[in-house]
């Protein structure tokens, strides 16, 4: 059974430090893997999603890579704002017919004035 | 704009009465899906469709049923809400490009059971 684990579960930086986000899954078979943006009683915006044969994506300020074989993806926050706070989340789609997203818990984020 | 719609944002319901939660989106999106996602945890898959097929997570309970009555609605019914399903409820939906397809949320419904 596919795990995401995001550490650390919270996270405060100074207005302006550059920062990076983990995500860890126990399983490599996957399609995809997507972040993903939540504000505070809010849905779930879409960041980034990377493909299973691709290493890294990059929108604005947000870079996100994908190591497949050790289970592991970041999201690299460049010159961070205050409008960056949010819980981010990651997911992953298994590879095969199943559609299901395998999210992590998340990391809270706070950028500090 | 095109986007997915969630109704309404906050409910209230009664233990044990039962509740309809909707969702409608103007994607035109085949796949629909129902997520829960209690306070500081990972959004759990409840269950989804494509098109008009009905998939259910195998540990969804009983008390959780779903209708798509066409492409842009999908509704979420509590047959008997307990204390313990009290939570935010994600509609998301995507187009299936076999697997290179990104899910799009709504804003959820905030379910408070008293």
């Known amino acids: 059974k596919q795990e995401v684990t995001q550490i650390p579960a919270a996270l405060s930086v100074p207005e302006g430090e550059n920062l990076v986000l983990n995500c860890s899954f126990t399983d490599s078979a996957i399609y995809n893997l997507q972040w993903f943006r939540q504000d505070p009683g809010k849905g779930l915006t879409s960041l980034l999603l990377i493909q299973s044969s691709q290493r890294e994506q990059t929108s604005g300020r947000l870079n996100a890579s994908l190591d497949k074989s050790s289970g592991r993806s970041t999201l690299y926050i460049a010159a961070s704002q205050p409008g960056d706070s949010a819980t981010y989340l990651c997911a992953v789609r298994p590879s095969g017919s199943a559609r299901q997203l395998t999210f992590g818990s998340g990391t809270q984020l706070t950028v500090l004035p | 704009d095109a986007m997915v719609i969630q109704n309404p944002r906050y409910q209230v319901t009664q233990f044990g009465k039962p509740v309809t939660l909707s969702c409608s989106q103007t994607l035109n999106h085949n796949v629909m899906y129902w997520y829960q996602q209690k306070s500081s945890q990972a959004p759990k898959l409840l269950f989804h469709?494509?098109?008009?097929?009905?998939?259910n997570e195998a540990d969804t309970p009983d008390n959780f049923q779903s209708r798509r009555p066409n492409t842009s609605f999908c509704f979420l019914d509590i047959r008997s809400p307990g204390l313990g399903d009290a939570a935010m409820y994600l509609c998301?939906?995507?187009?299936?490009?076999?697997?290179?397809?990104?899910?799009?949320f709504g804003p959820g419904t905030r379910l408070l059971v008293l």
């Open positions: 469709y494509y098109d008009k097929d009905f998939n």
């Open positions: 998301a939906t995507s187009r299936d490009f076999g697997g290179r397809e990104t899910q799009y």
